[in-house]
Structure formats: C-alpha cells, structure tokens
C-alpha cells in the first residue's frame, strides 16, 4: 500500500491554472487556507476596504494586492489571481453576466484584488476537535441566511450580515466557541446561539444561499458570520463590474491553516 | 475616606475638548482604551490603511472615519477628532512644523482620521497579571528602537518596524507572551525574546526613541511592535500634511481595555 504525497499550495495552484482542475477546491492541497476573492476597481478599493476593516468578523482580509497587480504577495508570492483559482464569476452593475476560468483580458491597471478567509478553516478545525459539520456529512453546500443584523456602514457599501449555519451537539458548543474563536482571520467565533428568529431568520430549513441541512435532536444550530456578505453587499453598490470566485471554486494559498491560529 | 467614582471616557473627552487636560493621557479614565491617531489626506488613504492591513502588528487599527468626517463612530460616536485630544502634531512635507491644542481649521473635506491601538492596554494587562513594566516604575517614557524588520510595503508607505522594548523576568516570559497575545488590536504578541542585535539593536541603553530602562540580573529584554512604525513611515512619504497626537497625548475611546481581548 502506497501513499501519494500530499499536494502543495503550488502544485495545486499549478494545475488549476493548466486548467487541470475546473471544480470546487474542498480538500484540494489540505491544510493549506483558502480564500474568497474579490475584485473591484481602484476606485472603490479604500471604501471597500474600509468595510472590511469595520465589519471584520465577514470580511477577514487576509491580503490585497496593489492597484493593478495580481499577485497577492503576502499570502502567495509569485501567484497570479487572473488564472490560479478554477472558477470566475463576472457582475456589470450588479448582475452575474458570465463565469470563466481565467480573467486575463479584465483585469487592468486599476483593478485591486481582495482575498477574504473563508470558513473552511475553521470547518477543519471543528473536525480536528471531533465536532460533525453536517453540511460535509450530507456532502451538500453550508446554508447561509441574510439577517437583521447590520453591517457598519463605509462609503457606499451596506447592508445585512450573511451567516452561516451549523448544527452543532449541546455538549460541543462551547467547544466549537473555543475553537473558533482561535481563528478570527476566518471569521472566528460564531455571532450567534440558538433561536434564529432572534437574528431575523423566520425558517432555518429555507436558507437565502445554498442548501437546507438536518438539524438533529439535541443539536442547537450555530451561526457564523459568512464571506458571501461583502459580495452580496458589493452587488448592491453595482460597480461598472466586479469579479468573485465561483461558490466552491477558491483560491489556494500558501498559509497553513495552523498559522492562522492567534494562540 | 471616600473614592472618586473613576471618569467615564466621555467625561474625559469634554475635560479635554474644553482645555482643562492639556497633558499626557496615562492613567486617565482608567479601563478605556486609548489610541494613537494619524490624519492624512485622502488621496494617501488607502495605501496607508493597506499598510496598516498588511503591518497589523505596529499598525493595529482601532478606527477610520468617512473621508472629511471627525467622528470616530466606531470607538467614540459623537467625539470629536479635531478638539478631542490634549495636544497634536503638525508635520509638513514631513518636519514637525506645530503643536497645537485643536485642528478644527486644518481638518478640511479630504481629511481621514485613524485611530491604532497603543500599548496601554497590553500594558495594563500585564501589570493586572503581577508583571513589572519598568518605564512605568521608573516613571519615563518607553524605549524604542528602529530594527533591520522591514514592513510589508504598500504603495509608497515602507520602512523599518519600529518595536518598544520592556525587561521581563525570566520567569514571566512565557506568561507576558500569553498575556499580550489576547490582545492582536493593540500590538498583541511580542515580535522577538531576547538578544536585540538579532533585530538590528546594538546598543539597547541608546533607544532610537523615548527614555533607556534599567534591565535588572535575571531579566530578558522582550519586544514588542510600537505604533511609532506608522508615523516614522509616513513622515518618510512627506505627505503635504499629516497631523498626529503627541507623544503622550493620546484619544481616549469608549472602548474598554478587556473588550479587545480575542479570548
């Protein structure tokens, strides 16, 4: 029996820009953080950023890149965001026009590329600690929720806060606050326990964004703060146009997981 | 005997706002955060905040208000950036031109105010653990060296970090780096233990800034990231204008020190 050695960051990165792999990245190059992307125009980078900074529990930066570069040199030096994530999704004023798997001929000199920790992190974390994520059991996309919770305002960008959704066993839920609360550049500790109506979530099994999940006897769901936030808060600003990731289909860099970890 | 009921922060900032504190901010409103500020123009804003981003640990951000706008909503809503501080700083091109006790007239619509940790609150919480803070005991300001660190550049912000040094005894090392890595907003973890040459320190009795400390038989010099990195940085950029507090004279938030604490 034989073991094929893991993949690495750049490996991974590689053959998605060979267009080797054009599929979602969940446990693709393990331990290794993923990251949302998001692309906007020089223009509104600072205020952009400047929401980010404010609302820092949905919108963790984990790097920016400088006006016009695509590399994103702290968390991937030598990188190219145009090419190495395997999906694209393009929005003109706010509306999803098309998706593709490099964005070479879009990105000009005043384009500012945002990298955002998204909750896989933090979902590794959990299984490490013996916690189920259901969503990764029923082998579906986490549900997410727009809430009554605002967001601080910066500029032109506002709106609700998106969460996620996890089930969680009554024992383990002061453990998953414990564990989550170690990685704050990936959302870090839930914002929410319990009742949903509480956040203005009138049915947990109908959720705004990907799939229902079971939610078990003797289970309390628990919400985390979401990266689709700042897209969906973005589209509302209908920049002339804007670039994500496709659901899934994230960028690879080279910071472990561990690394993320404040204690 | 009786006890003063100990000053709410707004109670300082109106003392302060009418000239009645025109002094050092230490030991004022006792648990409320205090902040550095910077003020640069617009047009520097967003390669300064990136810089902040990609240098957290001497660039902690508290705060940045709206383009043209004095009120730090965040940390202080209804404070008043331009009369809120006990005296300020005036760099042109660079040079200290003036201190003054107000930038009502300076602060024009393309003004934006930031707000980063300071080393207070570590502090306090390492005196709250029975670790000496030696400047503290010997009553001067805190030593600080420029070190062979460079900080992530961001546009045409760079520059070596800045550190503050504190002696610890052998024995509380381990728990001052404990104590200080709940707090990642206000410079969190120490940057290095130990030999300063390793940093580019050669002789730790000759600060590049402040006052030298007595370093005792069985201590260790401990180093800490200094919100000072951000204004020597800037100061090298020469904006048209940049204002800041002065050494000492810092804003006081609404924030209490513990809320920063990430666990």
Not at 87 to 103: A, C, S
Not at 106 to 132: Q, R, Y
Not at 221 to 250: L, N, R, S, Y
């Amino acid at each position: 029996m034989t073991f094929a050695a893991p993949m690495s960051s750049k490996e991974a990165r590689q053959m998605i820009r060979n267009n080797e792999w054009v599929k979602p990245t969940a446990g693709v190059a393990n331990g290794y953080t993923q990251a949302n992307l998001v692309v906007l125009p020089k223009e509104l980078a600072f205020e952009f950023l400047l929401f980010c900074q404010r609302n820092p529990k949905p919108c963790p930066v984990l790097d920016v890149t400088e006006p016009g570069s695509w590399e994103p040199s702290m968390v991937a030096p030598g990188a190219d965001l145009r090419v190495d994530l395997p999906k694209y999704r393009v929005y003109r004023n706010g509306e999803l026009t098309e998706e593709r798997t490099d964005i070479i001929d879009l990105w000009d000199k005043d384009m500012v590329g945002f990298l955002l920790g998204c909750s896989f992190t933090f979902e590794h974390a959990l299984v490490n600690n013996g916690i189920p994520v259901r969503h990764i059991q029923e082998n579906c996309n986490v549900p997410m929720y727009k809430t009554n919770i605002p967001c601080v305002k910066a500029g032109r960008f506002e709106g609700p806060m998106v969460v996620s959704m996890r089930p969680i066993p009554h024992k383990d839920v002061v453990r998953a606050v414990q564990v989550t609360s170690r990685f704050p550049s990936v959302h870090g500790a839930p914002i929410h326990i319990g009742d949903p109506k509480l956040i203005g979530i009138h049915d947990i099994y109908k959720p705004d964004f990907g799939d229902p999940v079971t939610i078990r006897e003797g289970e309390t769901p628990v919400f985390w703060a979401c990266g689709v936030t700042p897209q969906a808060v973005a589209m509302e600003v209908k920049p002339d146009i804007m670039i994500t990731h496709a659901p899934g289909h994230m960028f690879i860099t080279d910071l472990r997981d561990e690394q993320l970890g404040v204690l």
